[in-house]
Each structure stands twice: as C-alpha cells, then as structure tokens.
T-cell receptor, first 113, second 115 residues
Framework: AQSVTQPDIHITVSEGASLELRCNYS??????LFWYVQSPGQGLQLLLK??????LVQGIKGFEAEFKRSQSSFNLRKPSVHWSDAAEYFC???????????FGPGTRLSVLP | DTAVSQTPKYLVTQMGNDKSIKCEQN?????MYWYKQDSKKFLKIMFS???????INETVPNRFSPKSPDKAHLNLHINSLELGDSAVYFC??????????????FGPGTRLTVL
C-alpha cells in the first residue's frame, strides 16, 4: 500500500518569496503523484500531477513540482508567492488501478504581507 | 456547471439522529469516493465505488452506509450519529481507465456538526 509524508505541518513565507513544500512517498510500483490545494472553507483543487515522462511538471497558478525517484520525493515549488496562495496543500499518491488515493497530512501555508 | 456537487453544504444535528449526504457528478466518471476530513485537516478515504459497485471500504463504523443508485450518484447515510462524526465529508470522482493514476475531482464538502 502507498503512503505519503509531508514533513512540514506549517510554513510561513513573505509575499514575493520563493516556496518549496516537501512531499515523500512510498509505493512499490510507478507512482502517480498529485498536488492539491484547499483554500479555507473550500474543496480540493488539483494543482498538478505526474504520471511519467519529464520529471519537472508545470501546474496551474505558477506552481511546479519535480519528481525524484531516487529520493522518493515530489516537492512543490513556486518562485514568487502571492498572498492568495495561503491555503492547505496536500500531496497524494495514486495506485496503478486508479482506485485508491492516499493523501499526505497536508502543509498549511501562511503568507506574510 | 458544477462537476461534483454535494448537498447539504452544512449539516447540524443531534447525537443519535440519522442523516444523509448526497453527491452527484456530471463528468461521466465511473468511480466515486467519500472522504472524511477531520479537524486537523487529515483526509482519509472511506469508500470507493466503481460503476455502482463497492471497491474500497476502509475501516469505518457500519453506521456509515454508502448507496449508489447509479454511477453519477453516491450518497452517504449515517445512522446513530456520534460526536466523533463531526467533520467535513468530501465526495470525489475520477475516470476509470486501465492506466490508473487518474486525478480525482472533489466536491465542495459537507460540514457535519453533531451536538
């Protein structure tokens, strides 16, 4: 069974600063990796996903993530954070059958003006 | 057009009551899910249905019973509600293809408060 860890429970950055949110996964086969964002009181929105191919994937809202198989990581990055990026971010890994997702515990991002 | 919708958005009820949450998706997806998000924002899958058949049934009390009348709907019925059931419940759907790894589309959530 797959598992996901997000080592940082809460991160605070200043607006305009760069951001990296960490995600480590465990899965015996080729992982299908996802990053979702949840704004306060809202549902989850997909930022980006990795299935295969180029290990650097681009997503919406200026986010990107890099898959590193050797480190079992799929870290999310953004070069310049905006105040509207303040939210909860979830990394997830899906199985080969498209039936089961496991979410990480989430990282709460706060943005200082 | 709302892709995945849930009703109600908020549900406040007394302990011991029975309640239902409805979910509908208009994406033509084959697979639907229910998740529970606790107060610490931890998301845990409860059930997964594929074409109206139960695929995943995680360890949840049997007071929770999903019902899928057709592949566009997956409702969650909860009997004898307890304080610990208070949470946000999310419905989601995904297409089912042989390659796996399909993203899930989430509804807006239903905040259940048990008094």
């Amino acid at each position: 069974a797959q598992s996901v860890t997000q080592p940082d429970i809460h991160i605070t950055v200043s607006e305009g600063a760069s951001l990296e949110l960490r995600c480590n996964y465990s899965y015996g086969a080729t992982p299908y990796l996802f990053w979702y964002v949840q704004s306060p009181g809202q549902g989850l929105q997909l930022l980006l996903k990795y299935f295969s191919g180029d290990t650097l994937v681009q997503g919406i809202k200026g986010f990107e993530a890099e898959f590193k198989r050797s480190q079992s990581s799929f870290n999310l990055r953004k070069p310049s954070v905006h105040w509207s990026d303040a939210a909860e971010y979830f990394c997830a890994v899906g199985d080969n059958y498209g039936q089961n997702f496991v979410f990480g515990p989430g990282t709460r991002l706060s943005v200082l003006p | 057009d709302t892709a995945v919708s849930q009703t109600p958005k908020y549900l406040v009820t007394q302990m011991g009551n029975d309640k239902s949450i409805k979910c509908e998706q208009n994406l033509g997806h084959d697979t639907m899910y229910w998740y529970k998000q606790d107060s610490k924002k931890f998301l845990k899958i409860m059930f997964s249905y594929n074409n109206k058949e139960l695929i995943i049934n995680e360890t949840v009390p049997n007071r929770f019973s999903p019902k899928s009348p057709d592949k566009a709907h997956l409702n969650l019925h909860i009997n004898s509600l307890e304080l610990g059931d208070s949470a946000v419940y999310f419905c989601a759907s995904s297409p089912m293809t042989s390659g796996g790894g399909n993203e899930q589309f989430f509804g807006p959530g239903t905040r259940l408060t048990v008094l």
